[in-house]
Every structure is written in structure tokens, then in C-alpha cells.
């Protein structure tokens, strides 16, 4: 059974910086596209950051542009979301989420982990 762990969460002030981790229980060029979503209460879930497991091809969302990185760690099966200059608004439950090679086939989710930037 795959399993994703997240880990990394937590408080920040303002404008400080946190580093999440996925790690799977599989290789991940099992999956093509790992990436970070968040959710903040009382809105829909977003997209933050996706890197495919291969070429390494990276997107982020326009907000977190510039102040988040994606990077991952084949060796480690692990992918990482380094966020620096948090602001407030980036108060959420951050997942990860890996896609697999048939479009068909359902993505595997993390559990969630907590992130809360203080003002």
C-alpha cells in the first residue's frame, strides 16, 4: 500500500520560513507528478506547487511564487516545499499529493500538515 508521510508543519511568525517533507513508501518515479496543495478553513482546496518525477518540470501558484521552492530527493523518495517570507494568508493544511502515470487512476494524498503564520 502507498503511503505518503508529511512532515514540517507547524507556526511561524511572519515572515519567517518552514520546510515540509513528503516522503513515500514507494519510489517515486512510481508517480509522474508530486506536488503540494493547501487548504484554508472555509475555502476550496489549492494548488501550491507541482514537480513531475522526471525532467523535474516545476509550476507554482502566483502567490507563492518566488517565496516557495519544490525540489525533490530521489534517492530519499522524498519531496520538499522550502517556504520563506510566509505571510499570513499561507495559513493552511498543506498536503502532498502524487499523481500516477494512467490519468485513470486515482492520486494518493498525504495526511495533511498543519501551517499557521502569525501576523
Known amino acids: 500500500q502507498v503511503q505518503l508521510v508529511e512532515s514540517g508543519g507547524g507556526l511561524v511568525q511572519a515572515g519567517g520560513s518552514l520546510r515540509l517533507s513528503c516522503t513515500a513508501s514507494?519510489?517515486?518515479?512510481?508517480?509522474?507528478?508530486m506536488g503540494w496543495y493547501r487548504q484554508a478553513p472555509g475555502k476550496a482546496r489549492e494548488l501550491v506547487a507541482t514537480?513531475?518525477?522526471?525532467?523535474?518540470?516545476?509550476n507554482y501558484a502566483d502567490s507563492v511564487n518566488g517565496r516557495f521552492t519544490i525540489a525533490r530527493d530521489n534517492a530519499r523518495n522524498t519531496v520538499y516545499l522550502q517556504m520563506n517570507n510566509q505571510k499570513p494568508e499561507d495559513t493552511a493544511v498543506y498536503s502532498c499529493?502524487?499523481?500516477?502515470?494512467?490519468?485513470?487512476?486515482?492520486?494518493?494524498w498525504g495526511q495533511g500538515t498543519q501551517v499557521t503564520v502569525s501576523s
Open positions: 499529493d502524487a499523481a500516477r502515470w494512467s490519468s485513470s487512476d486515482p492520486d494518493y
Open positions: 514537480i513531475t518525477t522526471g525532467g523535474g518540470s516545476i
Open positions: 514507494v519510489r517515486i518515479f512510481t508517480f509522474r507528478v
